[in-house]
T-cell receptor, first 118, second 111 residues
Framework: DAGVTQSPTHLIKTRGQQVTLRCSPK?????VSWYQQALGQGPQFIFQ???????QRGNFPDRFSGHQFPNYSSELNVNALLLGDSALYLC?????????????????FGPGTRLTVL | KNEVEQSPQNLTAQEGEFITINCSYS?????LHWLQQHPGGGIVSLFM???GKKKHGRLIATINIQEKHSSLHITASHPRDSAVYIC?????????????FGQGTRLTINP
């Protein structure tokens, strides 16, 4: 049983370009969250996808968009890249126990994609 | 005041020492996550707990919901335990669409 996988592991882009990052959740998990972690900082929530819809969004501009596919995998798209978008992008695979979106849940994180914008 | 506060921010110890990392939070929650992140690497979930204590190998996590405090203990610490340890909570007791992370505790275990 594969854990959470992300691709690519590293990516170098230039300002203004667009990037797509991918995440495959752990088997049996139907919810995916995306986080951005700048160097030396804690992860910041970008958004969460469940049933192919964005359920909640953090304080990120519309340049950040996502998608979830029927197999629960997810993509994070960033348009018009800025230098400040350089970060480790983490995907969390989630299984909620009991009530939907309860605090009692199982979360597994992927290895991350390190994006460098030059 | 940050919603999640960890202490200490940095901790250096010798191999074999007993390690304690603390986490205090200001929001009402029903569960808390302890995570481990190695340099340049992704995050590994260690524990999710809502009450009492959980143990996995040399790791022990405790939580006191009333006092809004949790601790992560490492017994017989080893250099491979060197990492950043992060506690994270959903910002409110209902609706856990996101986690709010503490600033992390950087642990270094010297041989």
């Amino acid at each position: 049983d594969a854990g959470v996988t992300q691709s690519p592991t590293h990516l170098i882009k230039t300002r203004g370009q667009q990037v797509t990052l991918r995440c495959s959740p752990k088997s049996g998990h139907d919810t995916v969250s995306w986080y951005q972690q700048a160097l030396g900082q804690g992860p910041q929530f970008i958004f969460q996808y469940y049933e192919e819809e964005e359920r909640q969004r953090g304080n990120f501009p519309d340049r950040f968009s996502g998608h979830q596919f029927p197999n629960y995998s997810s993509e994070l798209n960033v348009n018009a890249l800025l230098l400040g978008d350089s970060a480790l992008y983490l995907c969390a695979s989630i299984l909620y126990f009991g009530d939907p979106f309860s605090s009692y849940n199982e979360q597994f994180f992927g290895p991350g994609t390190r994006l460098t914008v030059l | 005041k940050n919603e999640v506060e960890q202490s200490p921010q940095n901790l250096t110890a010798q191999e074999g020492e007993f390690i304690t990392i603390n986490c205090s939070y200001s929001v009402g929650i029903s569960a808390l996550h302890w995570l481990q992140q190695h340099p340049g690497g992704g995050i590994v979930s260690l524990f999710m707990l809502s009450s009492g204590k959980k143990k996995h190998g040399r790791l022990i996590a405790t939580i006191n919901i009333q006092e809004k405090h949790s601790s992560l203990h490492i017994t017989a610490s080893h250099p491979r335990d060197s990492a950043v340890y992060i506690c994270a909570v959903p910002p409110n007791a209902q609706g856990a669409q996101k986690l709010v992370f503490g600033q992390g505790t950087r642990l270094t275990i010297n041989p």
